[in-house]
Each structure stands twice: as structure tokens, then as C-alpha cells.
């Protein structure tokens, strides 16, 4: 036993100093709302949202209680019995107040930014899927960029769903690992870009709520779940003129 102790102390002495350095690592969890459909039964908006968090994610403890409860309890969203993930327009509306309510309760461990184009805006964009996925993640990740503290940033983590269309898969990564790999050159701060399915990450399920709050207020008029959330929010721009060759 004695010639594994100094072992054992060293582990613990490099994990204390590892925690100290979490909350210098940026976590951004990005989800969208809408559709490319652009027929009268599309979406009138595509809404892109992410959410700025640092470890510990004090949130997650309650989260994960909440969903061995749904487990237990046999919850089910739309006849689905095995349940995976909290999906906001899919929950029943009591998981919904308990999810909202674990979001109020450390509300102050988000920070949400969000960017809304009406799709009439772009139509004359319509077969440059790439182009418009490009140009509203520029836009919301500037804003993040513009209001976010980075003085003390070792790392940036940026966190998508897994994208299940291959033509918009290709569009989207091309987007963010070209802006991303422009702002690391500038800034000096290494960034790591990771799609994760969505049922792997509580975070990004948190995410998809915060973007599901957002679309029922536009889609919808319905700010019921947005006045939950509100003070999270730091950026929300509404951008009805849109030139997808010019980012901001």
C-alpha cells in the first residue's frame, strides 16, 4: 500500500489544479430554430441561439435527477417510451415547467445570444444554404465575441448538435471552422468545435430550450416561456436586411 500513496496524492493534487483552471475554458452551445422551407408552411424565422456557460455546470446535478425521474416514471414524448433527452416541443408541459424552473434556479450561469431573420429576408438567398448558415453564425458569434469577457479565456469550446443533413452538415462546419480558425489566429485562444448528438449533452438540451423560448415568442407571440428566461439574455437583433456576401 505505502508505494501507491505518493501515486494517489499526485492525481489528487493535479485534478485540485485542473478545477481551477476550468472556469478559464468557454463552452458554447449553439442550436437553431426554423426551417429551409420556404413555402407558406415553412417557418417565418430561422433563429439561430447559443448559450455561453463555464464549468462546474452547477445545473447538471438537478438536470440529470430530473431525467432519472422521466425514466422512472415512464414519460414519454409522442408515443417514443425510451426516454432520452429533454427536447422542448416535444416534453410534456409539467417536464417543461421542471426543466424552465431548474433554468431559473442558476440562471446566472448563462449567458444567451440570439440572432433572428425573418425568411422573407432570404429568399434571394434560398439555394446558398451555406451562405446563410455562414452569415448568421458570424453574426451571433460576434456578438458573443463583443460582449464576452476573453481576458482570461485558455480555451474556447463550441458545442453544435449533431447536423443529420449532409449538404447542411458540410455548410455548417465550413462556416464555423472558418470564422472560428480567423479568431484564434487573432486572438491567440485555441478553439475546439465538437457536434454532439444532443441526447449526450445536457447542456446542449438547455440550449435547445433557451432557442424553443425564442421561437415561441416569434413564431408564436407567445412570450410565456421567454419571460421565464429573459434575463439571460444579452444580444437578440432582429435583421430584416440581410446581405449574405457581406458578414458582419
Known amino acids: 500500500m505505502n508505494h501507491r500513496q505518493p501515486y494517489m ?16 475554458v468557454a463552452y458554447i452551445y ?6 429551409y422551407d420556404f ?22 446535478r438537478e438536470l440529470l435527477s430530473l431525467k432519472y425521474n422521466c425514466i422512472e ?9 425510451n426516454y432520452l433527452r429533454f427536447h422542448a416541443s416535444e416534453d410534456l408541459q409539467s417536464i417543461r415547467n421542471a426543466v424552465f424552473s431548474i433554468i431559473q434556479s442558476y440562471i446566472d450561469e448563462f449567458s444567451v445570444y440570439a440572432v433572428v431573420i425573418p ?21 451571433l458569434i460576434n456578438s458573443v465575441l463583443k460582449h464576452e469577457d476573453q481576458s482570461d479565456w ?11 443533413i449532409k449538404r447542411k452538415r458540410g455548410a455548417a462546419e465550413g462556416a464555423m471552422k472558418s470564422f472560428l480558425k480567423n479568431w484564434s489566429k487573432a486572438s491567440g485562444i485555441p478553439y475546439i468545435l465538437n457536434h454532439h448528438a444532443s441526447e449526450s449533452d445536457l447542456n446542449l438540451q438547455i440550449a435547445d430550450y433557451f432557442c424553443w423560448a425564442m421561437q415561441r415568442k416569434w413564431e408564436r407571440n407567445d412570450s410565456r416561456s421567454y419571460s421565464l428566461i429573459n434575463s439571460a439574455i444579452v444580444f437578440e437583433e432582429l435583421i430584416d436586411t440581410v446581405n449574405v456576401d457581406n458578414k458582419k
Open 73 to 81: 416514471d415512464n414519460y414519454n414524448q409522442k408515443g417514443v417510451v
Open 30 to 35: 449553439e442550436d437553431e430554430a426554423g426551417n
Open 119 to 139: 425568411k422573407k429576408s432570404l429568399l434571394p438567398f434560398k439555394n446558398h444554404e451555406d451562405k446563410i448558415y455562414s452569415y448568421g453564425f458570424s453574426v
Open 154 to 164: 485558455e480555451k474556447l469550446i463550441v458545442i453544435t448538435d449533431t447536423i443529420p
Open 39 to 60: 413555402t407558406q408552411q415553412g417557418s417565418k424565422y430561422s433563429i439561430m441561439t447559443c448559450v455561453v456557460a463555464h464549468r462546474p455546470f452547477n445545473h447538471l
Open 9 to 24: 496524492q499526485t492525481i489528487i493534487i493535479e485534478k485540485e489544479a485542473s478545477v481551477v483552471n476550468h472556469r478559464k
